[in-house]
C-alpha cells in the first residue's frame, strides 16, 4: 500500500508541542515587561526552529509551530476575530484525570459587536513556519466556528447586537470563510479545524448542560456541521482541510466521554472536511463501529497514542488496533497520529519533551511497516 503524498500523511500529528523552558520563561519575561515583543518573538522563532527540525528529523511529512505563540489552542484565534472581546467573567471548565479532578479557569467571551475578519488571523505565524520547513508541508491550526458558540452559548452574544441569532451564524461563518481564503492566498495547503464540542456532544452530562442553558442540544451537532461547511464553501482549490475532535486536553485531564456514536452519521456523512483526526487512545472514546460512515472518499486519522503520559505504546497493539478500526473502514483510509496534542495550552501535559519525540518517531515507524 503507497504512502501519501498530500495530508492528511500516514503518520501525522495533531499541532501542538511542548513548549520549551526557555520560551516559558521569555513569556513570563514578556508579561512582567522585562523584555520587548520583538525579543520575545526572537526567541519563538529560534524555539520553532527547532521543533520544526525535530519533526522532520524524526520522520513527519508535516510540520507545526507546535502553537507556540498562543496561550491556549482557540482561545487567541477566537478573540482576534471582530466583534468578540473576554468577557469579565471567569469561565471555569472541569476536567478530570485518573489523579482526580482539575479546573481550568479563563476568561469567558462577549460577542459585543458583528462579528467580522478584521485582519488575517496567524499570517504572521504562518509565514513564519513557511519560512521553517526546508521539505515537510507546513500544517496551520485553527479553532472551529463551533467553539465560538459552544464555549458562552447564547447568554454569550448580545441580543441588541443579534436580535436575529441567524444573522450572527451567517456573520461567524462569512467571517471564517474569509480566513480560509485569505490563509490559501498566502499558500497555506494544509488547515486543520479543531473542534472539541463535537466530541463533547457524544457525552449526555455535556448535553445535559447545553440544554441547562437554553440550547438544542439534540440538534446542536447538526446547527454545527451546517456552519462549518459554510466556512469551507469557498475554499482554495488544491486545500486540505481536516478537523481534530477529541474530549478536553488539559494537564493531562480530559472533559468529556463517549464514543462518537451520537454525532458519527451526520458528521461523517455530511461535514465537508477531508481527513478526521479521532481520539481512540482510551476506553473513553468508544469503540471504532461508528466509522461505519465514512464516507469512501474520507479519511481518518486514528489518534491510538496518547499525550496524556509518556508510557510508549507497544507497537503489536497499535497494529492489532488499527486492524481492528479496518474491520469498519478500509485500511487505505487510515492514518496515524497522536490522540490530540501535546500541549494545548501553555502548561503542557505530563510527559517530557524526549517522551514526545519518542511517540512521534513510534507513529512514524508504525504507519511505514502498516502502510510501506
Known sequence: MAARTTPPFRADHVGSLLRPQALLRARDDFAAKKITAEELRAVEDDAIRSVVAMQEEVG??????????????????IYALGGIDPAPEKLKVHFRNEAGDVDFMSAALKVHDKVRLDETIFADHFRALQGFVTKNTPKLTIPSPSKVHYRGGPASIDPGVYPDPEEFWSDLSAAY????????????????????????????????????????????????????????AGRPEGMTITTHMCRGNFRSSWAAEGGYDFVAEALFGELGVDGFFLEFDDARSGGFEPLRYVPKDKLVVLGLVTTKRGELESKDTLKRRIEEASKFIDLDQLCLSPQCGFSSTVEGNALTYDDEVAKLRLIVEIAEEVWG
Open 60 to 77: 513527519l511529512q508535516t510540520a507545526t509551530d507546535g502553537e507556540f505563540r498562543r496561550t491556549a489552542w482557540h482561545m487567541d484565534f
Open 177 to 232: 470563510a474569509e480566513q480560509v481564503r485569505r490563509i490559501g492566498e498566502l499558500g497555506c495547503t494544509y488547515l486543520q479545524f479543531d473542534d472539541t464540542s463535537l466530541a463533547y456532544l457524544n457525552d449526555p452530562a455535556q448535553r445535559a448542560m447545553i440544554n441547562e442553558r437554553g440550547d438544542d442540544a439534540e440538534h446542536m451537532h447538526l446547527r454545527y456541521i451546517k456552519q462549518i461547511n459554510a466556512a469551507l
